[in-house]
């Protein structure tokens, strides 16, 4: 069994349904499988995901150990710990076929409380069923996180680059093992607690419990999406903010230009009257070590912003193959289309393109 517990799943899946629960507790919404590699043929794998997904749901509870845990997180509440003990994953709410073409077709569909767990297990199991199909050179990974530990040593020591990076791979990593090893090479040997750079934690609460250190996340792009039919659009995403919190520590940038991105925080904070130093952007658009490197140099000058680093497949399935680059997102909430947009047009997402520009435009107005 690939998910062998309800807390292998990423830190904003319990934040976001905490607010769901609070805030929008009878709000039906509906997901969407996407492929982003071309020319991947599921039908091999399709029988062995239905039956991972089935055993999912079928036998997996919250344990007194995970609530306890998931509980003593300063910002979880008892109400939403009381839901947990009862709640278990329903098949009946996921349908999965490979079509004869061999694409592989994924729907989630139910109340919003009950489904938003599901995302990134089933990701998880769709990338492992197939990773382990094409490579299990488990010994030339652990080698390639090796050569990240010392890169990020070297960095520190020949010129003062300090690296703080998260792990975020969860939903595309090769397996539950790759991912177990890839963190324990991190954790022994490049830990920011102890060694002021490298890893600051994971974005997987089982492995954050598994290894004492920090799990990490606030919220995801449904957030802003569902608030798009839960409010007028115009001041859906004001709302989805208002809704979350009254004050944010930054930002996370996950398309676009990261050193444009970066920079135009940094003129709205001064904008603003805010000291761009006391905020902090984490980059996390498809990242490897290097390409953090670099951000963290342009960024490493008096009076910058602080930078951060999800970084995700890179991590987690960096084996001899090219991995899936796969997402499951929020298409429609209590009947109505919403769009996950993005400064990336291939990593927009929504089934109703008219939708997507009556929102384009209606959001340029907003900010006009």
């Given amino acids: 069994m690939i998910i062998e517990s309800m807390i292998d799943n990423d830190l904003y899946k319990f934040t976001m349904l905490q607010a ?122 652990n080698n390639r996180t090796k050569a990240k530990v010392a890169l990020i040593a070297r960095l520190y020591e020949e010129e003062g680059i300090i690296l703080p990076c998260a792990e975020f791979g969860g939903r595309r990593r ?17 830990l920011m607690s102890r060694d002021k750079t490298g890893l600051v934690g994971t974005s997987n609460v089982m492995f954050a419990k598994e290894f004492g250190i920090p799990t990490i996340g606030t919220m995801a792009h449904e957030w802003g999406q569902a608030h798009q039919a839960l409010y007028r659009i115009a001041e859906s995403q004001f709302m989805a903010l208002e809704n979350w919190a ?8 996950d398309s676009g230009d990261p050193y444009e991105y970066g920079n135009a925080m940094i003129k709205h904070y001064k904008n603003m009257g805010i000291d761009p130093s006391t905020k902090t952007v984490v980059f996390s658009d498809g990242l ?55 400064d990336t047009p291939a990593k927009g997402m929504c089934t109703d393109q008219g939708y997507v520009d009556y929102l384009q435009r209606t959001f340029d107005n907003r900010i006009s």
Avoid at 299 to 319: E, L, Q, R, Y
Wanted: charged share 25%; net charge neutral; hydrophobic share 40%.
């Fill in 246 to 253: 009254k004050l944010f520590d930054g930002t996370r940038q």
């Fill in 288 to 342: 490897d070590f290097v390409k953090a490197a670099e951000l963290a140099r342009s960024f490493n000058f008096p009076g910058a912003i602080k930078v951060s680093f999800g970084i995700g497949t890179h991590i987690t399935n960096d084996f001899d193959f090219r991995a899936l680059q796969i997402v499951l997102k929020m298409v429609s909430c209590n009947g109505n289309p919403v769009a996950k947009l993005s």
């Fill in 174 to 190: 090769h397996s539950v093992d790759a991912q177990r090893n890839a963190l324990a090479l991190l954790v022994e040997g490049c």
């Fill in 20 to 141: 769901i629960l609070h805030q929008h507790p009878g709000a039906m919404v509906e997901y969407a499988f996407k492929c982003r590699t071309d020319g991947i043929d599921f039908r091999a794998y399709a029988d062995k995901i239905i039956g991972e997904v089935n055993k999912m749901c079928r036998e997996l509870r919250f344990t007194k150990e995970d609530l306890e845990y998931l509980g003593d997180l300063r910002f979880m509440k008892k109400d939403t710990m009381q839901f947990l003990k009862l709640f278990r994953f329903d098949y009946d709410y996921v349908k999965i076929v490979a079509d004869e073409s061999g694409q592989l077709h994924i729907r989630v569909k139910g109340p919003w409380l009950h489904t938003i767990l599901f995302e990134i297990p089933i990701l998880s199991i769709v990338s492992e069923v197939y990773s382990r199909d094409m490579s299990e050179n488990f010994e030339e990974a």
